[in-house]
Nanobody, 127 residues
Framework: EVQLVESGGGLVQAGGSLRLSCAASGFTFDGGAIGWFRQAPGKEREGVSCMRSSAGITYYADSVKGRFTISSDNAKNTVYLQMNSLKPEDTAVYYC????????????????????WGKGTLVNVSS
């Protein structure tokens, strides 16, 4: 059974930083891809970042490029999202998401193709 457990969300002022963690069990990073989606109130769930370790590929949505960094610790089977220079528009529930077909990252890293979801962690950025 695959489980993805997020942590690290919280309340932060604009300009601040947070680091999200996603501990994965039953899923290895070698063949598939893993990353993060977010969903703000009243908006669709959007892909923020993903990584395909086997190919050394990372992807960032334009809205977070230069501010967010995805990384992993394969020994801990954990993926991280370092979020810097946070803006109020980054406020959302952030979900860890894994796909079995690694090639989906980045081209088709979209919600309908996600095989496994975490339960989400709330990031609230105050102005």
């Amino acid at each position: 059974e695959v489980q993805l457990v997020e942590s690290g969300g919280g309340l932060v002022q604009a300009g601040g930083s947070l680091r999200l963690s996603c501990a994965a069990s039953g899923f290895t990073f070698d063949g598939g891809a893993i990353g993060w989606f977010r969903q703000a109130p009243g908006k669709e769930r959007e892909g923020v970042s993903c990584m395909r370790s086997s190919a050394g590929i990372t992807y960032y949505a334009d809205s977070v490029k230069g501010r967010f960094t995805i990384s992993s610790d394969n020994a801990k089977n954990t993926v991280y999202l370092q979020m810097n220079s946070l803006k109020p528009e980054d406020t959302a529930v952030y979900y860890c998401a894994a796909v079995l077909l690694g090639s989906r990252c980045p081209g088709t890293y979209r919600a309908p193709y996600v095989n496994y979801w975490g339960k989400g962690t709330l990031v609230n950025v105050s102005s």
